[in-house]
């Protein structure tokens, strides 16, 4: 797949904007036909006694003789500010700047722009300056950190234009001590089309695949003459989750401006996360062969309990960020004091849950292995048939436990990379390319798992004849032989449960 997104750096253009009373009704275009008239630097304004209210930094996007495309899917705007120092002008401590923005759209040259979005946004200044203050130093600039501008959760429209005024009102104390501000620069990133068809050509081609399995699945255990089990009914809910995160309604986004569709995808996301990490412990909880609750949810309310705050913090935190942001695109959680400590708050508290799961998760696996170790010890006793059957069970256990760490690695690594994509422009085009094998490789992974899962824990379908029922395996004839390890027949214990308690021994 190519890279998933691009990262276009855009300039702004100093726009003079003299019709004070028109503010609200009119557009200022940096380029082209109707262009705005211009300034070249703050120095030329104050020659022409220009205020700083009647400047405009105008940004139209995409750069000229290009379009926007609904392929994209989103966009996402970082600011930077190009601050001098000066020693008469120079930049407070925790300088806050105050932004009117505004965001329009068109989709034809000819066409007016229409407004989207318009608000006041106030953004904490992080700079540092690495030379001492003094006169020799007059000119150079502060090293300021990029500030979250902007997100808009669909490219509906091949056109879009930003104007911001810096409004200075020293009475009030807006935009006062934050330095001589030179320009206002933009980092737009969107997701690339080829990735998107990619990306869709993925979930269209999975969704039926795991939608066969399922249904294969759940009719194999109809067909029995017991109750699904515990373990049964979690796994085909991994596949309802996986199936609900397939669905490519994405194919929509291409027709309709749905600005939702980030925000959705992300409480996609956290049900199939949240469902998978309940998954493996409840996996991990059936197969502790000597403990007393099995096959009731309520076992382990213990270990879902901290996955079901934690996903619930997040979905918290998801709807404070994004959610504000279907109706104001330029709104951002980090943004002020108490939103950052909200937002640190919710995160650290995942995070915690995250520890604890993993605690519990590593302490069932290491009972788990060491219960088959000592289970394995009374292998040789029994006779031949009996042994081959029961050391299937515990290679094959052995080997999707094996590759249940791998997959929960490899998840974690990629929530850590996914962390890293919204500031891939710092790191250089090798972490995209990384990325995007990363996004396919792991969603592919995911969903060979649940597969698999299916596939090797669907009930078995064969009967066993008189003979070798009575023999060797010791079972009932026509008893259906599992390959779980829970409880699998109405008239009891399947042999794996039996070896787990002892009974196979005495």
Not at 47 to 65: G, K, T, Y
Not at 193 to 202: E, L, N, P
Not at 263 to 290: K, N, T
Request: charged share 20%; proline share 4%; hydrophobic share 45%.
């Amino acid at each position: 797949a190519p890279s998933p997104t691009t990262a276009v750096p855009y300039m702004s253009v100093k726009c003079i904007d003299v019709r004070k009373n028109h503010h609200k009704t009119k557009w200022l275009m940096p380029w082209g036909p109707n262009h705005c008239e211009k300034l070249k630097d703050f120095d030329e304004a104050v020659s022409r006694q220009i205020e700083a209210n009647d400047i405009v930094f105008a940004v139209h996007i995409p750069l000229p003789s290009k379009e926007m495309s609904p392929w994209f899917q989103f966009m996402l705007f970082i600011i930077q500010l190009d601050i001098a120092f000066k020693m008469d002008n120079d930049l407070k401590e925790n300088a806050e700047i105050t932004l009117d923005v505004s965001l329009a759209y068109r989709d034809d040259v000819f066409d007016d722009w229409e407004e989207i979005a318009h608000a006041v946004e106030i953004r904490k200044l992080k700079c540092t300056f690495g030379s001492p203050k003094t006169l020799d130093s007059e000119g150079r600039h502060y090293d300021c950190d990029f500030l979250p501008f902007m997100e808009i959760g669909s490219v509906a429209h091949k056109y879009y234009l930003i104007n911001i005024r810096l409004p200075v009102n020293e009475r009030k104390g807006i935009n006062v001590g934050i330095g001589e501000i030179k320009d206002i620069r933009l980092v737009g990133i969107h997701q690339n089309g080829g990735f998107t068809k990619v990306w869709f050509a993925m979930k269209t081609f999975l969704t039926p695949s795991i939608l066969i399995i399922m249904v294969w699945y759940w009719r194999r255990i109809t067909l029995m003459t017991r109750a699904p089990v515990l373990l049964e009914k979690v796994i085909f809910a991994l596949g309802i989750s996986m199936t609900f995160i397939n669905i490519p309604v994405e194919w929509f986004s291409i027709g309709f401006d749905w600005t939702w569709m980030l925000l959705f995808g992300d409480i996609r996301q956290g049900i199939f996360y949240a469902m998978l990490l309940s998954f493996w412990i409840i996996f991990c909880g059936e197969h502790m062969m000597d403990q007393n609750e099995r096959n009731r949810l309520s076992g382990y309310w213990k270990q879902v309990g901290p996955i079901a705050v934690g996903s619930f913090c997040l979905f918290i935190f998801d709807m404070c960020e994004r959610g504000v942001q279907l109706k104001n695109p330029f709104y951002s959680i980090w943004t002020t004091e108490v939103g950052t400590e909200l937002a640190m708050a919710f995160i650290i508290v995942a995070g915690i849950c995250l520890c604890l799961y993993f605690l519990f998760l590593c302490f069932m696996v290491f009972q788990v292995f060491r219960n088959i170790s000592g289970k394995q010890s009374s292998l040789p006793a029994m006779s031949k048939a009996r042994r081959l059957h029961y050391e299937g069970l515990i290679f094959r256990f052995k080997f999707l436990m094996l590759i249940t760490l791998a997959c929960a690695a490899m998840t974690v690594i990629f929530f850590i990379v996914s962390q890293v994509t919204e500031g891939h422009w710092k790191w250089g085009d090798i972490t995209i390319e990384v990325n995007s094998a990363f996004f396919t490789g792991i969603y592919g992974m995911w969903n060979l798992y649940v597969f698999a899962l299916m596939f090797l824990y669907a009930p078995s379908h064969k009967n066993y004849g008189e003979d070798q029922s009575n023999g060797d395996l010791g079972v009932n004839s026509g008893e259906e032989l599992q390959l779980t390890t829970t409880i699998t027949h109405v008239d009891g214990p399947t042999e794996v449960y039996k070896l787990a308690r002892k009974e196979a021994q005495e």
